[in-house]
Nanobody, 127 residues
């Protein structure tokens, strides 16, 4: 059984950067497709980014392209989301997710593609 524990997040000024990390335990994260989702107050959860098991395919939402980078660290068994040039529209609770041998849809991941989720972490961007 895979377990995901998130860290990072917090309050940052507009234009700043943050790095979110999800530490995996119980299984090797390399065997999983991974993704990040976010949910702003009063809005539905939306896909931010994903990368398939093996790294052959990836996706970024248009709103974060060129600013956010998804990655995984095999040695540490972690996944991360580096977020640069943050703005107020990035304010949300962010969730990491993983699926055994999972892919990454070209049009973006769906929540029900993933069985394993982090607990969520708040990102607040002040203007």
């Amino acid at each position: 059984q895979l377990a995901l524990v998130q860290s990072g997040g917090g309050l940052v000024q507009s234009g700043g950067s943050l790095r979110l990390t999800c530490a995996a335990s119980g299984r090797t994260l390399d065997d999983y497709g991974i993704a990040w989702f976010r949910q702003a107050p009063g809005k539905e959860r939306e896909a931010v980014s994903c990368v398939s098991n093996g790294g052959g395919s990836s996706y970024y939402a248009e709103s974060v392209k060129g600013r956010f980078t998804i990655s995984r660290d095999s040695a540490k068994n972690t996944m991360s989301l580096q977020m640069n040039s943050l703005n107020s529209e990035d304010t949300a609770t962010y969730y990491c997710a993983a699926e055994y041998l999972g892919g990454c849809r070209r049009k973006g991941p769906r929540e029900d593609d993933f069985d394993y989720w982090g607990q969520g972490t708040q990102v607040t961007v002040s203007s």
